[in-house]
């Protein structure tokens, strides 16, 4: 009894966190009068819904941009950081422990603090509307540096010695051999980067407003806020379900990895 | 790696010269002059056909038609040009309600420095009309162009059902009328007609389409402010917020949204509209649908002349123009009569120009838009915008204490405007 | 990793012996350049090179604004026009500003039903799952899979299931003949919409980080509890809270801040309305900043909402540490 119990309460969980997306997907493929429903398989299956999104928005143009972004990013963020955190963990120079305090310290300056000096200087380089915007100033990030140094700092010295008597200068020792000990740390910081870009939506309202360039997420935001959906719930659920699907998709093939890394971001701040 | 940053800087920095505007003709006597259309297709087929015509007559001075960039706000995208001097020699759509940031930026010519500036406004409206547009200084900055006043929109048809013939001019009117239509006409006890629909979104431009032109219907068209005071603080205000405060309160307004139009799914009688809707009307309407357009709602003993508000755009140009001689002779190209006839005719928005009616060039197309004679009556009475860059702001604060008190009721009609007067005030003293 | 290299690794890992002191090692070189002493002759160029770029990065896009938001505080700027400086008017103005103090108290009242629903339903679901069940990956994968959606989706989503009309919650409500509700629409229930919605969105990543901490309460704790007779509520209160304290401080804090940074709920759903009552600061600042074109005072209720963050956490922290004394 208790074990019935015991399971009837996780899956009434997992039917009130996974239901509502199984509707969602279900409702982009009903016609408007039957999303009002609680059923899931549609009695008149209709396309109609991505028909409007697809003519309205450039949602493709979107998602290409989405991913150039995030792409881009997330490259950087791991090699700057990787590098950052190699030489706060393994070089002598002066100026090491500033650099580390100062990495530290800038993690706890509040987003909002900055967020609209930020954005005054983005207009002063003319980078508003351009994918610079939305790069450049993501590209470095003290969290993944210090991640870096964190798991660097594991990795025996006497490794670093003996590649430095072969002659490997450090920038040889960083990429080709600390980076192959290095994947759960890529990983974690690529999955953090990735998707911390990809589903951000303030910084992209504010210095993106040419459609051409727009993110995948803003997109939809500014189609369910703008009334380009013509207040159709099957529209605004098709454009929803079109930004959730690759996220689900990566989702079921990453689960384990996205769940550990997402778990150690929040343990580690 | 190093490399990668230091060409993306250099690929930034690439970006922030300005692109080169205006004058690039490589013929040296030949100018070019840049003028930007708004988005809407119409209004850019208007430009291009006058833009040819033009072209054809002035070999010399050929006007290229771009499309004002997209972005947030058009506003804020001429704002931005204006920051970065990579504005166009002549743009048409300026909201009057930015001029005064764009003079801020130093960002528009003068115009009445041109000696015949005067003669071509006053040809075109009366002074009390084009006074609105002067700026603090004294001066003119820009040309009024074109409006698109706001009036009552009514099913004649719906009011006739419940036994109304003439159109409610005034509050007491449309509330006697509202009683009427507002009911269940199916039977299952809910409520699925109402008087009128009123789109109460808290967002602050949507007061310009209910509680702006009724308060100015109601002042005999004072605007909300004087220079940098405060002046809605009055009986008008509190009469325009008890008016819609008892259309919501008795549900003669209904507070839920609805899917696609209401007006012309005839489930209300009535609603705030501009010229704009005609087209659509036409196209969609059942073939027994009749509407009718009507001059703003007013309080009961006011006498005065209907008043409305007037979403009107006007021609500016930028301080960038090497040719300001010649882009004004443009400008006065564009607002001929003949030109504002090819406005009406494409667009459907109305010249800002005096006694259209009587006129012999625009008969034959107000004899084929009935609809539109309402609001050629309505273009020189009705009024613009107060010039301040406060402006968004202080209609945002009304927006607040309307939602407060005409859609929650939590507030009285002159406790809302007094709290709305005071803080606009206290934004307007912020220098 | 190259074989030879691999070979090469683990050979100097038998080099390491037993007990050695950290000086040893060092001496040795078997201890990262990090906590080994730095001799001030030698400095490696590389490490100049490698920070170089971060460093650069820092300074212009973390230590220019912030520098500059104290520029900011003291104008009133819309980016186009010349700044004018306005001294202390932005600050004043925020102090009588009450939509600001709306927009705080809306974020406490927010965090008052989000914070306890979080931390019940996470360690609930936590607790069941440190059980031995069968297919705990699914469940723990499900719950989680709100938490990588993005946060539009979800708001999209809820605005659904919230409609008046024509949404779930209200249909569901039908059914067992309750009245209708306006979750969106009802200047006392918006707000509780929305915190029951970020629940659901955010639990997910609680569950996980509740459950880390459950399997690391080593069992022999529990084993001598009950050795003493002490009941499940008692191990639970003696046991499993003090020992999930970090936990407990963790989900306060990101929650909390969570709470600080609600925008894009706000923003698609109600636009900070019915009657500002969901209304938040970075709503409130946004609006300022792109509507009214006010970056003085969006500087300044930046500084503000970071200033409030910050002290909150620090509150949070003395109490969760006090607590568990």
Redesign the interface.
């Known amino acids: 009894m208790k074990r019935f119990l015991l399971y009837a309460t996780l899956v009434v969980g997992a039917i009130i966190f996974l239901y509502p997306f199984v509707w969602m997907i279900a409702a982009t493929l009903k016609p408007e009068p039957e999303i009002a429903g609680f059923h899931i398989i549609p009695r008149h299956l209709t396309f109609e819904s991505y028909h409007f999104v697809f003519n309205k928005l450039p949602i493709i143009r979107g998602f290409v941009n989405s991913l150039f972004v995030s792409m881009i990013v997330t490259a950087s963020v791991i090699i700057f950081g990787s590098m950052t955190g190699y030489a706060l963990s393994r070089l002598r120079f002066r100026g090491r422990a500033t650099v580390y305090n100062v990495a530290l310290l800038t993690m706890m300056v509040p987003a909002q603090l900055t967020i609209i000096p930020l954005y005054t200087m983005i207009v002063g380089f003319g980078w508003v509307n351009s994918y610079l915007a939305l790069i450049v100033p993501a590209m470095m990030s003290s969290y993944s540096s210090l991640l870096f140094r964190q798991f660097f700092l594991s990795i025996p010295q006497s490794l670093v010695e003996a590649a430095k008597l072969d002659g490997c200068s450090d920038w040889r020792i960083l990429f080709s051999i600390f980076y192959p000990l290095s994947k759960p740390v890529i990983t974690t910081v690529a999955i953090l980067t990735f998707m911390g870009i990809w589903n951000d939506v303030l910084w992209p309202l504010m210095v993106i407003r040419d459609e051409q360039l727009m993110t995948m997420p803003l997109l939809v935001t500014l189609f369910a806020v703008g009334g380009g959906a013509d207040a159709r719930l099957g529209v605004q659920l098709a454009a929803a379900t079109l930004l959730a699907l690759p996220v689900i998709i990566a989702y079921i093939f990453l689960q384990r990895n996205l769940i550990e890394s997402m778990a150690s971001s929040g343990m580690k701040n | 790696?190093?490399l990668l940053?230091i060409t993306?800087l250099l690929?930034?920095l690439s970006?922030?010269t300005p692109s080169p505007s205006a004058n690039t003709s490589q013929a040296e006597d030949r100018i070019t002059l840049t003028y930007w259309s708004a988005t809407n297709p119409d209004e850019v087929k208007f430009a291009n056909e006058t833009a040819a015509e033009w072209n054809r007559e002035h070999p010399q001075i050929q006007i290229k038609i771009e499309v004002v960039?997209?972005?947030?706000s058009s506003e804020?995208?001429v704002?931005?040009a204006?920051?970065?001097r990579t504005t166009p020699d002549i743009y048409a759509s300026v909201f009057p309600g930015v001029m005064q940031?764009l003079l801020?930026?130093r960002g528009v010519v003068q115009l009445d420095g041109f000696p015949d500036f005067d003669a071509v406004l006053n040809e075109r409206m009366p002074p009390e009309t084009s006074e609105q547009y002067r700026s603090p200084d004294g001066h003119f900055y820009q040309m009024p162009w074109k409006s698109n006043p706001i009036m009552m929109l009514y099913n004649t048809g719906m009011l006739r059902e419940v036994g109304i013939t003439t159109l409610p001019t005034t509050y007491s009117e449309f509330l006697a009328a509202a009683t009427r239509v507002t009911r269940d006409r199916d039977g299952d006890g809910r409520v699925d007609q109402w008087m009128a629909t009123i789109d109460y979104?808290?967002?602050?431009y949507k007061r310009m389409y209910d509680y702006y032109p009724l308060y100015l219907a109601a002042s005999g068209g004072e605007t909300l402010l004087q220079k940098r005071r405060v002046a809605f603080n009055n009986e008008h205000s509190i009469e325009v917020f008890r008016f819609l405060q008892e259309c919501f309160s008795k549900g003669y307004v209904p507070?839920?949204?609805?899917?696609?139009d209401v007006f012309l799914d005839a489930k209300v009688a009535a609603k705030f509209s501009g010229p704009w809707s005609i087209s659509h009307l036409e196209r969609y309407r059942p073939a027994d649908f009749e509407y009718e357009y009507a001059p703003m709602l007013r309080p009961d003993n006011a006498s005065i002349q209907p008043v409305s508000y007037a979403d009107s755009k006007s021609i500016v140009i930028f301080t960038t123009c090497r040719h300001p001689r010649e882009a004004w002779e443009f400008v006065k190209f564009m607002t001929t009569k003949r030109n504002d006839l090819r406005l009406l005719e494409i667009t459907s928005q109305l010249p800002i120009r005096a006694s259209m009616l009587e006129d012999e060039v625009f008969a034959d197309y107000f004899g084929r838009h009935p609809q539109m004679v309402r609001f050629a009556e309505q273009v020189l009475g009705a009024r613009s915008v107060d010039s301040v860059?406060?402006l968004?702001?202080i209609f945002?604060i009304i927006t607040?204490e309307f939602?407060?008190s005409v859609?929650?009721n939590?507030k009285s009609p002159e406790q809302a405007v007094q709290d709305a007067a005071q803080?606009s005030q206290?934004?307007l003293d912020?220098? | 990793m190259q074989p030879s290299e691999a070979k090469r690794f683990s050979m100097w890992n038998r080099g390491e012996r037993k007990g050695e002191s950290r000086r040893e090692k060092a001496e040795r070189g078997l201890l990262p350049a990090a906590f080994r002493p730095l001799p001030s002759q030698s400095a490696d160029r590389a490490g100049y090179l490698m920070v170089l770029p971060y460093v650069i990065h820092t300074v212009i896009f973390i230590g220019y604004p912030l520098a500059f938001a104290f520029v900011l505080i003291f104008h009133r700027w819309n980016i186009y026009s010349p700044m004018k400086w306005v001294g202390l008017g932005n600050i004043k103005l925020l102090l009588i500003d009450p939509l600001i103090w709306r927009a705080l108290g809306n974020t406490i009242f927010f965090l008052l039903i989000h914070i306890p629903l979080q931390l019940i339903i996470a360690l609930g679901l936590a607790q069941l799952l440190n059980q031995k069940i069968r297919g705990r990956t699914f469940f723990r994968a499900s719950y989680f899979l709100p938490v990588v959606i993005s946060g539009i989706v979800v708001t999209i989503l809820w605005q659904q299931l919230y409609a008046y009309e024509t949404g779930l919650v209200n249909l569901a409500l039908r059914e067992i003949n309750l009245p209708r509700v306006g979750w969106l629409t009802d200047p006392r229930i918006a707000m509780v919409s929305i915190a029951v919605m970020a629940t659901w969105k955010n639990v997910g990543l609680y569950v996980v980080l509740f459950l880390v901490g459950l399997q690391a309460i080593p069992s022999h704790l529990y084993e001598a509890a009950e050795l003493d007779g002490a009941s499940s509520w008692q191990k639970f209160r003696l046991i499993t809270v003090p020992m999930l304290n970090p936990t407990i401080m963790l989900v306060l804090v990101l929650s909390t801040i969570n709470g600080f940074s609600l925008f894009i709920e706000p923003y698609v759903m109600t636009g900070g309305g019915p009657v500002s009552s969901t209304l938040s600061g970075i709503l409130y600042l946004y609006k300022q900043a792109f509507f009214f074109g006010k970056m003085g005072y969006a500087a300044t209720i930046g500084f503000f909402w970071a200033l409030i963050i910050f002290m909150v956490v620090l509150i949070q922290r003395r109490v969760v540490e006090t607590e568990a004394v």
Do not use: Y
């Not at chain 2, 960039?69 to 947030?72: C, L, R, S």
């Not at chain 2, 507070?255 to 696609?260: D, K």
């Open positions: 790696m190093r940053f993306l690929a930034s970006n922030c960039p997209a972005g947030q804020e995208v704002l931005a204006v920051a970065s940031d801020d930026a979104l808290p967002i602050w507070r839920q949204t609805f899917q696609g860059s406060e968004k702001e945002d607040q939602e407060a859609i929650f939590l803080r206290t934004i912020v220098e």
